[in-house]
Every structure is written in structure tokens, then in C-alpha cells.
């Protein structure tokens, strides 16, 4: 059977799991095996998503299971997106319920790990935080098919999406596709809020000339959308040290030429 979530479209064989160690065949059906498998579960600043044009100010719950469809040696969550680690049930009606429990709580923020692989419980959970009022984010890496991306879009209040790099290279190096995050940016722009985040990492993805044609094709969607640039540190299967901070003010300095709101965090 083939999984259509994600681009790497995976054939699975009976019993067995796709890429994201998350998706599964079972009688013939391709079914979402982590559904409601909470791994992490925690009320945090929205800023921390990042997202700091969205309800700046407020809490938000925050809510991760297990798996991913890349694999990035430098994975700063790897415990779970890279192996299935212990977890709890919490059904969508719970979830709600433990958000509307949560007090100066704005919503549920799908993340950690890679939330778009559990496409059936992010939007059975998302139809109901709407009917309570409560907003709705997604943290993701774009690595999802279109057309499961229009159904999710129209639930969803705001996302912070990764551009990992500005190189094809780079995603098939960690099992992403460039194009397939690019196009997601493009859509979940058109019915939501949207941030982007990347992650600076020394010899990696940290040249001038890449963040000029990032900046500029984020400014053709809109140069109001606010961009982070994010600190690497060591983590996972990579050692080398950490992003200099100079390094991610001057790359900053570089995309605030065509944008109007450009972070950097974690330093």
C-alpha cells in the first residue's frame, strides 16, 4: 500500500512502517500508528514555537508524539522523532479538555516532532479545538503532499515551517524534499499566519548567497513574514561546535535587506 502524506510516498508492505517510522500498513490500510501517542506535553510561551507575531504574550499547549519524515543528523528533538520512546494515550476530546483547563492557554501547538505524519489526529483534533475557540499551530518541517495539505490548511491558525537550507542537495542529504517546503510555506501563506525558521549550521547552511535567495523569494510571498534564525548546537550525530552569534547577526543583517522582521534565537 502507499502512504500519499509525504513525498516519499512510501510503499509499505503488510505490518510494515513507512520512512516515519509513524505510518503504517495494517490490513491493507494505510493508518497513522502514533495516533494520540503523546511522548511530550507541555504549556509554553508561543514565543518558544518560535512564533512572535502570533498572540505574542500568551501560553500555548504544546503537544508532540513520536517519528519523522527526514532524518537530519543534527536533530535537536531525536529522542523522539528518531525512535519510539515511551508515550501516553490522550484522545482529541482530551486533549481539548486539557487545554481548556490550561489558564492564560491560547491553544494547541502540534510539535516536537514532525506532526503532519499524524495527519488523522492533527485534524480530528483541530475540528474540535475550533468548535472550543481555541487556536490552532502547527511547528513543521513542509514535508507534506499537497493534497493532504489542503485539507489540513483551512484548520489551522498559524504554523512556523522550517526552510532547512536553500539547497536540494541539503534535503535529500537529510531525506527532505526542497520543493515539497517551499510549496508548503506557499500554501499554508494563503489560509493562515506563517513564520520560518532556519536552523544556521556552520559550513552547512550559513553563506550569504543562500540567505539572500531565501529572503527574497520569502519577500515575493510577503516581506512582512517574519523569518528566525535559529542557533545549531551540537546534538544527535553531529559534534562540530556551535553557530557563532556572529555569524547568525551578520546572516540576519542579510535578510533584513528584504525583510521587515528577521530574530535570532537561541543564543
Known amino acids: 500500500m502507499k502512504c500519499e502524506i509525504c513525498p516519499h510516498n512510501c510503499d509499505i508492505p503488510e505490518n ?22 503523546i511522548t511530550s506535553l507541555a504549556l509554553d510561551p508561543i514565543e518558544k514555537k518560535p512564533l512572535y507575531h502570533f498572540f505574542p504574550g500568551s501560553k500555548i499547549l504544546s503537544v508532540g508524539s513520536y517519528g519523522c519524515n527526514m532524518k537530519c543528523g543534527f536533530c535537536q528533538n531525536f529522542e523522539i522523532s528518531q525512535r519510539k520512546p515511551r508515550f501516553d494515550y490522550i484522545s482529541p476530546e482530551k486533549l481539548v479538555e486539557i487545554a481548556l483547563n ?69 534535503y535529500r542529504r537529510h531525506g527532505g524534499d526542497f520543493e515539497t517546503a517551499k510549496r508548503t510555506v506557499e500554501i499554508a501563506s494563503k489560509t493562515a499566519h506563517v513564520e520560518v525558521t532556519t536552523l544556521i549550521i556552520p559550513g552547512e547552511n550559513d553563506n550569504d548567497d543562500e540567505i539572500v535567495a531565501l529572503a527574497t523569494w520569502l519577500a515575493d510571498i510577503s516581506p512582512e513574514t517574519p523569518y528566525h534564525l535559529s542557533r545549531y548546537f551540537p546534538r544527535y550525530k553531529y559534534s562540530a561546535p556551535p553557530t557563532p552569534t556572529d555569524s547568525l547577526f551578520r546572516l540576519a543583517e542579510v535578510a533584513r535587506r528584504y525583510l521587515k522582521y528577521v530574530y535570532v534565537g537561541n543564543v
Open 16 to 37: 510494515g512502517y513507512g520512512f516515519c517510522g509513524a505510518r503504517k500498513n495494517q490490513g491493507g490500510v494505510i493508518v497513522c500508528d502514533n495516533y494520540g501517542k
Open 102 to 170: 490550561e489558564s492564560e492557554n491560547c491553544g494547541v501547538a502540534f510539535t516536537y516532532n514532525e506532526p503532519t505524519i499524524s495527519f488523522e489526529y492533527a485534524v480530528d483534533c483541530a475540528k474540535l479545538l475550533k468548535q472550543a475557540n481555541l487556536k490552532v499551530v502547527l511547528v513543521s518541517n513542509g514535508q507534506i503532499n499537497a493534497s493532504p495539505l489542503e485539507q489540513l490548511a483551512p484548520l489551522v491558525d498559524a504554523w512556523n515551517i522550517d526552510i532547512k537550507a536553500w539547497s536540494a542537495d541539503f
